[in-house]
């Protein structure tokens, strides 16, 4: 009997991961990849941002805590060449590894560019121009993003002006960058280079940043950027930038029709991303799309019979590495004979900013008044925390009023994005508040401030003072 052939277009975290389930569950698979294994995330996204972020972290950590506790390093100071070199590295090493796993499980690689030529069938062009067909009994399109251009004039004639990929490829630290958007991308550079002593400016047309998050965790985190020295404008949108000898000046025009502008060496635009599918010819291929974004269903299904796509190149979904290869996995499943489903209500939002921020299930706005109870824990209570930051950030999980089964939890503080996990799981289990309550948590530990958030829910938290 012969094996079914799975055809993998796109090599990144959803990509790969498709591909090496689909090969566990007995496939024959090949990976189309136009540029390098790994997709944004490994080469010029996840991966490289938290090595700068790292980076800075340390330098924060030298210059700011070093004195109080007792580690003295004269002349602490970026080597910007350095913190670059390194970001390459790790992409690199981590790039190989994949290559490593292509390998171990008997996936086939082939470098260049996937295309519709009809409805279920797909052409590749290679380097040399020569076109052969894509021979697959299922198709799983995995192309991912790109960063979105916004209409403003001069964005694209400004030399200075940069997206997310430019401003990892510089070669020397600015002295002065103004950064338009406040979303993760926008925040989570705008604190490696302040770390880094760069100038930073944030311009955001929403009046609040980060919307994903709970209202309350992105004040503490935008309390924090601002004492680092970060300028941060909400409900300033962009309305021209121009050129200047210096970089660039960007116009902005406030709701209220002042007009303010700010000068910058560069510029970071980091409005959003874009699915990136229009090399594929969708309409071609008779696949249902909403601008590029393609329809599918729970299952990964597109239209097309034997057509699934993942990733950020569907409509509807988080663009997040871990729902890519979550996703990766429900598709490879299915075509595989399992009915897999992808359930999208335990996927948890991190952004590593300064300090971390994550977040799983729902938020207070998006529940009836009266039907949840909240329980807060401040990190400032909590003997880890303050060893680690001073304290700074805060634990929150929002429960049933009536059950207390959990249905949120949103955390801000030193690593909040591996704290969060214990939230998925809860939320996944069904688990209660007594049920998180009864379970151990170490001590001194920063997961303690979860088991604390629990207790205040229930008006009996151990480490605080009653309210009175």
């Given at each position: ?134 021979e697959a009994d299922a198709v799983i399109l995995a192309t991912g993003s790109v960063n979105a251009t916004p209409p403003i004039p001069g964005v694209n ?79 300033t949108p962009v309305k021209s930038i121009e050129e200047t000898t210096e970089g660039a000046r960007v116009i902005c025009e406030k709701k209220n029709g ?211």
């Open positions: 009997m012969s094996r079914k052939k799975v055809a993998v277009i796109g090599g990144g975290p959803g990509g790969y991961i498709a591909a090496i389930r689909a090969a566990q569950l007995g496939a024959e698979v090949s990976v189309i990849e136009m540029d390098k294994l790994g997709g944004t995330c490994l080469n010029i996204g996840c991966i490289p941002t938290k090595c700068m972020l790292h980076s800075a972290e340390l330098l924060e950590q030298i210059r700011i805590q070093g004195p109080q506790i007792g580690v003295d390093v004269e002349g602490a100071q970026i080597n910007f060449p350095q913190v670059m070199a390194n970001k390459d590295k790790v992409s690199s090493q981590l790039v190989n590894g994949i290559g490593g796993l292509m390998h171990a499980n008997g996936v086939s690689v082939i470098y260049g560019k996937a295309s519709f030529v009809a409805p279920g069938e797909l052409e590749i062009e290679g380097a040399n121009g020569e076109t052969e067909p894509v004639s400004t030399s200075a002006c940069l997206d997310s990929t430019g401003m990892l490829s510089l070669t020397e630290l600015p002295k002065s960058l103004v950064v338009i958007g406040a979303g993760v991308i926008g925040l989570e550079l705008a604190c490696a280079y302040a770390s880094f002593g760069t100038k930073v400016t944030v311009v955001e047309a929403m009046d609040h940043a980060l919307p994903m998050l709970d209202r309350e965790i992105t004040a503490v985190g935008m309390r924090h950027m601002k004492g680092m020295g970060i300028d941060i404008r909400m409900g002042e007009e303010v502008s700010f000068q910058a060496e560069k510029v970071l635009v980091a409005v959003g991303r874009k699915a990136n599918t229009e090399f594929l010819k969708l309409a071609a291929g008779g696949i249902e799309n909403n601008k590029g974004k393609i329809i599918v269903d729970d299952h990964m299904r597109t239209n097309v019979e034997g057509i699934y796509a993942i990733g950020d190149c569907v409509e509807g979904h988080a663009q997040l590495a871990h729902t890519a290869s979550c996703m990766g996995e429900v598709a490879a499943e299915n075509i595989m004979g399992i009915d897999s489903v992808y359930d999208e209500s335990t996927n948890p939002t991190c952004v590593y900013m300064e300090p971390e921020a994550a977040a799983v299930g729902l938020r207070e706005d998006q529940l009836e008044e009266g039907s949840y109870k909240v329980g807060k824990f401040p990190m400032l209570a909590n003997g880890k925390a303050i060893i680690m930051n001073g304290g700074e950030g805060l634990v929150k999980i929002i429960a049933n009023a009536e059950t207390e089964k959990i249905l949120g939890m949103h955390i801000i503080g030193p690593r909040a994005t591996d704290l969060i996990a214990e939230g998925a799981v809860a939320i996944r289990m069904g688990m209660t508040v007594e049920q998180l309550i009864t379970t151990i948590h170490s001590h001194p530990t920063i997961s303690e401030t979860v088991r604390e958030a629990a207790l205040d829910l229930q008006g009996r938290t151990l480490n605080m003072p009653p309210v009175r």
